[in-house]
């Protein structure tokens, strides 16, 4: 098996330097990284531990949601009861990381495994405290630091009756487990990020339960919005008056984007719809916390659209001057997952969000595609990576890139090896070429697991995972060496002659 991995490997090394014509034709650049670039790797609790009630852990939302109606919510009735088992197997999981030759590694922490209903005064959870004290010594032990998300949603299903991230309470609930957290863990963590993704658990209806399970107006991915912003501000402000001083760490929190590419990159409408969108998407969460208010182009439109539907106030909250004070600066560095890329138009008329945003989104058949269906553009991660570069001037960790296949894909995985490529590439220009301050590139993901309504019909990771053998095997695919050799380069080095 291993020498099959490094002949593999050599004959991508020798491989045309060029990307392929589908991918627009992306000259290759040699080069490496700047000194004390960040390579990991990174999971989530979820996706991967199972253990799902097993030493006082309380009941998640994706507990609730994967068990009702028989299991049908989930592609296949799968759940993540067992997952990957990392609840038991978390040293064979440093172990795979240890070997790649990682850096750090991006996990997240069980809401309801440390604070079974999410209210501290109901009581904290020692085992769940002590399950991530013994994975963050464990990677410790191994020179490998421990990147941690406070919330990558699974929420603490008693938080429903105070409706969840649409209710008040939510904020001071959040600022509790944050501190909780800090105080446990922050000796040894000097990585944090508060959320994983807002754009997808304020946007999607099947996390009504995280809207708090009840039936609500158009408003409530807004509201949903507005109280996240207030979280990540309140638990950054807790950190770095109470903790920082002491344990000097960093905290940001990791927003996901597709590029928007205008459809015709030379009419300034389709330019100024891909800017658009790109504050909608992105800047929705970033402005208030750099700059301490919503992108100026989603206030105008909103209150414009609010106004002509005979509302009495906008449907995008707005922050008294305390809370303008308290979100404003409240990120030490910006965190980044990309996937994929689209075009984007100028429409007017259409609903949801990119409705109040007057603009429409489109693919490209001539691009590639994962397995999965999600466009393959590396290009537009370097673009992306400039966008959010040129409009907040913080250092960007990207935190999640990665490739997903079907449930049939074995451990010859080239597809993902070449999107990894092309990517990592396409990162290093926007560093050396273009300027722009990224400091560390995070995979998704270390190994298969539970990807949400996909189930287990979905695979992201360099570690195929056996799903039918109870002991969850784990086995390296292809990628791993490829990453392996890209984190030891730091980079792609000039070949030598």
Request: charged share 25%.
């Amino acid at each position: 098996m291993e020498g099959r991995f490094w002949s593999l490997l050599v004959a991508l090394l020798l491989c045309s330097t060029t990307i392929s014509k589908a991918q627009e034709e992306d000259e290759w650049h040699y080069g490496t990284f700047p000194e004390g670039f960040l390579w990991g790797l990174a999971t989530s609790s979820y996706q991967i531990e199972g253990g799902w009630n097993e030493d006082g852990k309380g009941e998640s939302n994706w507990d609730f949601w994967s068990h009702e109606n028989n299991g049908s919510n989930i592609a296949m009735g799968h759940n993540g009861d067992v997952a990957c088992d990392s609840y038991h197997k978390f040293e064979e999981d440093v172990k795979m990381l240890k070997n790649m030759g990682a850096q750090f590694y991006r996990f997240s922490l069980s809401w309801p495994r440390i604070v079974p209903t999410g209210r501290i005064a109901d009581g904290v959870n020692m085992a769940g405290i002590e399950y991530y004290n013994k994975l963050i010594n464990a990677l410790l032990a191994e020179g490998i630091q421990p990147f941690i998300t406070l919330y990558h949603w699974d929420f603490p299903l008693a938080l429903i009756e105070e409706k969840a991230w649409l209710g008040d309470a939510i904020v001071d609930h959040f600022a509790d487990y944050a501190r909780l957290a800090f105080s446990m863990y922050g000796d040894r963590v000097k990585y944090w990020l508060s959320f994983n993704e807002p754009h997808v658990f304020c946007l999607n209806e099947w996390n009504y339960l995280e809207h708090g399970g009840f039936e609500e107006p158009p408003e409530r991915q807004y509201t949903c919005a507005h109280n996240v912003v207030k979280c990540h501000a309140k638990a950054w402000r807790i950190y770095d008056t109470e903790f920082r001083p002491i344990q000097g760490g960093k905290m940001g929190i990791t927003l996901n984007v597709d590029w928007s590419e205008p459809k015709d990159s030379q009419d300034p409408e389709h330019v100024a719809a891909s800017d658009r969108s790109m504050h909608f998407r992105y800047g929705w969460w970033a402005n208030p916390l750099v700059k301490g208010e919503y992108p100026p182009i989603m206030r105008q439109l909103l209150d414009e659209k609010s106004e002509a539907e005979g509302r009495n106030s906008s449907r995008l909250p707005t922050f008294d001057k305390e809370w303008t004070e308290i979100i404003n600066g409240t990120l030490d560095f910006l965190g980044f997952n990309h996937y994929g890329s689209h075009y984007v138009l100028p429409n007017l008329g259409g609903s949801g969000l990119e409705g109040d945003a007057n603009t429409r989104t489109e693919g490209n058949a001539n691009w590639n595609h994962s397995g999965i269906g999600w466009n393959v553009v590396p290009w537009g991660f370097r673009k992306a990576l400039n966008w959010i570069h040129k409009e907040y001037s913080l250092p960007i960790y990207v935190t999640e890139n990665g490739y997903g296949a079907q449930d049939t894909e074995g451990t010859e995985d080239i597809e993902r090896i070449n999107y990894y490529r092309g990517y990592i590439n396409n990162c290093l220009k926007a560093v050396l070429l273009d300027g722009v301050d990224v400091r560390a590139y995070t995979a998704w993901s270390l190994m298969d697991n539970f990807e949400w309504l996909m189930g287990y019909t979905a695979r992201f990771g360099v570690h195929w995972v056996d799903y039918n053998d109870p002991d969850r095997k784990r086995i390296p695919k292809d990628s791993v060496a490829v990453l392996t050799k890209i984190f030891a380069d730091n980079g792609f080095p000039e070949p030598l002659n």
